[in-house]
């Protein structure tokens, strides 16, 4: 085990040497038991250099897609609130025509729906428009966008269809994303220190994102669209640390509860992990992604029951659900700028864990 976790560290030493990220937390788990948890190199570098700790707070970015957007979905599900089924112009009324009208709750989840993939709202709108006429605007804005495809007829990776789920969630229950779960996730599963919108006392403890012009981005989303909208959005916004995202993860893994909180039934868990979708190297579950021979954004993810999601800033998580083995490896990689690459160090360090299901296997 001291050679696995030395192999992890050299992983992530070596990708801060090759300046693609400035550090990273990694924590690796299975049931109640902590495999290995590092932490390398630093969480800033401008305007101060910063060491990263093993509490730092990390903008997941499109880790908010499965850690508070589907599971919450999936929640309204079970008490009837939501159905997969529904059409999405069932709740968003603007959302018909030009094929547009068999599009459904898990065509979304599944990134099946027909919707594009991505629009920068917060170019195209840009700052003339008051905040609070934002998210109207950006809901219609989406709502009239052409169809990329019939929905379920392909998949193609959509943050605007997740815009869409949290504005569906809100029109079904009545409450906000953050609130809800905050509420029926994150507090039943002691996630302290995950929230959307960090307040001013865990600012200090966050990796720093992208250096703006005007500015370093810290506790502050770095998706444009999310950041566009106050900060809250089905598609991006959430933070947390390695430790708190181990209970979330902990929980899949023993199908929806841990230590006596139920999350989710162990059904749901199993629908929502079902195969949805396919598309060349791609498929898709509900929210989540399962893996195919050299997908990028599953490496080392060693069994076809494997699920995981990447987020843009540079953080990944994935469960092998045969072993119940899960890894979750957060940098701020964008700090570095956008061209950082983060996959060699993902591939390396999924390799690095994959080999040690194997071993556990014989």
């Known amino acids: 085990m001291v050679h696995f976790r030395d192999s992890i560290e050299d992983a992530i030493e070596q990708a801060i040497a090759d300046g693609q990220i400035p550090g990273a937390v990694c924590l690796i788990g299975r049931g109640d038991e902590t495999l290995c948890h590092v932490t390398v190199g630093d969480r800033a570098v401008e305007p101060e250099r910063l060491p990263m700790e093993s509490h730092t707070i990390f903008d997941l970015a499109s880790l908010t897609k499965v850690v508070a957007t589907t599971t919450v979905v999936m929640q309204l599900v079970e008490r009837r609130v939501l159905s997969l089924e529904d059409t999405v112009r069932g709740w968003l009324p603007g959302f018909t025509g030009d094929g547009r009208d068999g599009a459904?709750?898990?065509?979304?989840?599944?990134?099946?729906?027909?919707?594009?993939?991505?629009?920068?709202?917060?170019q195209r709108l840009g700052a003339g428009i008051a905040a609070s006429e934002r998210r109207e605007r950006v809901l219609s804005e989406i709502c009239a966008l052409p169809p990329a495809y019939t929905p379920g007829s392909d998949v193609i990776y959509s943050c605007l269809g997740f815009i869409l789920l949290h504005a569906i969630i809100e029109a079904a229950s009545g409450r906000s994303l953050d609130t809800l779960a905050a509420e029926s996730v994150f507090k039943p599963l002691q996630m302290r220190d995950t929230c959307f919108r960090p307040q001013a006392e865990m600012i200090s403890r966050c990796a720093a994102t992208e250096q703006l012009p005007e500015q370093t981005l810290l506790g502050v989303v770095h998706d444009e669209n999310a950041r566009y909208l106050g900060g809250v959005s089905g598609n991006a916004g959430l933070f947390s640390t390695a430790g708190d995202l181990s209970r979330f993860m902990r929980m899949l893994a023993s199908g929806g509860e841990l230590e006596r909180a139920r999350i989710l039934r162990q059904e749901s868990v199993e629908e929502m992990f079902d195969e949805q979708a396919a598309s060349g190297n791609i498929r898709r579950c509900l929210g989540w992604r399962l893996p195919v021979t050299d997908d990028l954004?599953?490496?080392?993810?060693?069994?076809?029951?494997?699920?995981?999601?990447?987020?843009?800033?540079?953080?990944?998580?994935?469960?092998?659900?045969?072993?119940?083995?899960?890894?979750?490896?957060?940098?701020?990689?964008?700090?570095?700028?956008?061209s950082a690459e983060i996959d060699p160090v993902r591939r390396r360090v999924g390799e690095i864990v994959a080999s040690l299901i194997a071993e556990m296997r014989r």
Do not use: F, Q
């Open 104 to 122: 459904t709750v898990r065509h979304l989840l599944a990134h099946s729906s027909g919707v594009p993939g991505h629009v920068n709202y917060m």
């Open 297 to 338: 954004h599953m490496h080392g993810a060693p069994t076809a029951e494997s699920i995981g999601h990447t987020g843009y800033t540079g953080t990944c998580v994935w469960l092998d659900r045969a072993s119940g083995v899960y890894l979750i490896l957060l940098t701020n990689r964008v700090h570095l700028g956008r």
